[in-house]
Every structure is written in structure tokens, then in C-alpha cells.
């Protein structure tokens, strides 16, 4: 399927979208709540343009699409912290969208929005590296490259913040 993508297949490439931008959004949605929808599409911007020149098996792929993710992120950080915004506060109501959001709706009907929640109260390295394992499907040594932690602190990071999750949920009187 990626030879496919790479060679210009656009079913292939649609395919590898399908399988791999839902996992994407959900991560990016815990590392950059207000800017996950922008980070994808500029995340996918990225891959489409760097997809010929890479190299390596669909693993590896995978592992690069998050590395992507995580640098448009950091970038986008960058360039917020060297320009104002004018909050949107002050819109009247009547200038508010009517419909909901298609994702946030599929999402919640999924009951993804609720573990995002949960993901969210744990410090930023667990939840992402909970994230990478358990939604992108990386293993341990991939998270640590993409993280640049080593193998041992993403081991440390991930049972944490299962641990955390699971005393969060024991508060919330959820049972397993």
C-alpha cells in the first residue's frame, strides 16, 4: 500500500489516510486541543510532499506521520508565541455556527471524546506516549525516537499514566 502511495496511487494513498488520520486527530487533539484539526491538515501537507523521498517499511511510515505531527505542533507553537491573536470572545451569538462539528460528533458517538478528556488530565509526556502506543500503534523503541526519550522513560511514562488513568477512573466510580 505505502509503494503504491509513493508511486502516485491515490487509492492507496486514500487508504493509508483512512487507516492512519483518525489515530492522528485523536493524538493531536490531547497535544494541541485548539489546534489539532489545523496541525493534521498541515501535518498531511507535509506527508504528501515528503512521501516520495521516504524510506523505510509501513512502520516506520506510521512513525514518521506522528514525528510530522509533533514537529508541525512545535511549530506552530513557535510562530503563536511570536504573534498576537485577538481573542473571538466578543463575536455576537448570531455569528456562531448553528451545526455541530461532523469529527467532534462521530468522536463522541464513538466515546473517544471521554478518553481524550481523561488523556488530557495526565501530564503531556504520559498522555502522549499512551497515545502513540495505544491509538497510533507504535512500539516503545518508535515512541522513544519520536519523543527523543529512551526506551526506559517511555516505559516509566506509559505504566504511570495507566496508573494514573486507572485511580481516575476508580475516583470517577468506574468500574473494569
Given at each position: 500500500?505505502?509503494?503504491?502511495?509513493?508511486?502516485?496511487s491515490?487509492?492507496?494513498?486514500?487508504?493509508?489516510?483512512?487507516?492512519?488520520?483518525?489515530?492522528?486527530?485523536?493524538?493531536?487533539?490531547?497535544i494541541?486541543?485548539?489546534?489539532?484539526?489545523?496541525?493534521?491538515a498541515?501535518?498531511?501537507?507535509?506527508?504528501?510532499?515528503?512521501l516520495?523521498r521516504?524510506?523505510?517499511?509501513?512502520?516506520?511510515?506510521?512513525?514518521?506521520?506522528?514525528?510530522t505531527?509533533?514537529?508541525?505542533?512545535?511549530?506552530?507553537?513557535?510562530?503563536?508565541?511570536?504573534?498576537?491573536?485577538?481573542?473571538?470572545?466578543?463575536l455576537?451569538?448570531?455569528?456562531l455556527?448553528?451545526?455541530?462539528?461532523?469529527?467532534?460528533?462521530?468522536?463522541?458517538?464513538?466515546?473517544t471524546?471521554?478518553?481524550?478528556?481523561?488523556?488530557?488530565?495526565?501530564?503531556?509526556?504520559?498522555?502522549?506516549?499512551?497515545?502513540?502506543?495505544?491509538?497510533?500503534g507504535?512500539d516503545?523503541?518508535?515512541?522513544?525516537?519520536?519523543?527523543?526519550?529512551?526506551p526506559?522513560?517511555?516505559?516509566?511514562?506509559?505504566?504511570?499514566?495507566?496508573?494514573?488513568?486507572a485511580?481516575?477512573?476508580?475516583?470517577?466510580?468506574?468500574?473494569?
Amino acid at each position: 500500500m505505502l509503494a503504491a502511495a509513493q508511486h502516485g496511487s491515490e487509492a492507496a494513498f486514500t487508504r493509508l489516510w483512512l487507516d492512519a488520520n483518525p489515530a492522528l486527530v485523536r493524538y493531536l487533539r490531547v497535544i494541541a486541543p485548539q489546534a489539532a484539526d489545523d496541525a493534521a491538515a498541515d501535518t498531511w501537507v507535509q506527508v504528501v510532499r515528503g512521501l516520495p523521498r521516504f524510506r523505510g517499511d509501513e512502520a516506520a511510515w506510521r512513525a514518521w506521520l506522528f514525528t510530522t505531527a509533533r514537529r508541525r505542533v512545535i511549530d506552530a507553537s513557535r510562530r503563536r508565541s511570536r504573534r498576537r491573536e485577538e481573542p473571538l470572545d466578543d463575536l455576537p451569538v448570531a455569528a456562531l455556527p448553528v451545526t455541530a462539528d461532523a469529527a467532534d460528533e462521530a468522536m463522541e458517538r464513538l466515546g473517544t471524546r471521554s478518553a481524550i478528556t481523561l488523556l488530557a488530565r495526565l501530564p503531556r509526556l504520559q498522555a502522549e506516549v499512551i497515545l502513540l502506543r495505544v491509538v497510533a500503534g507504535l512500539d516503545t523503541d518508535s515512541v522513544a525516537r519520536l519523543l527523543e526519550r529512551s526506551p526506559g522513560a517511555v516505559r516509566v511514562a506509559a505504566h504511570r499514566g495507566l496508573r494514573r488513568l486507572a485511580e481516575i477512573l476508580t475516583e470517577a466510580g468506574v468500574t473494569l
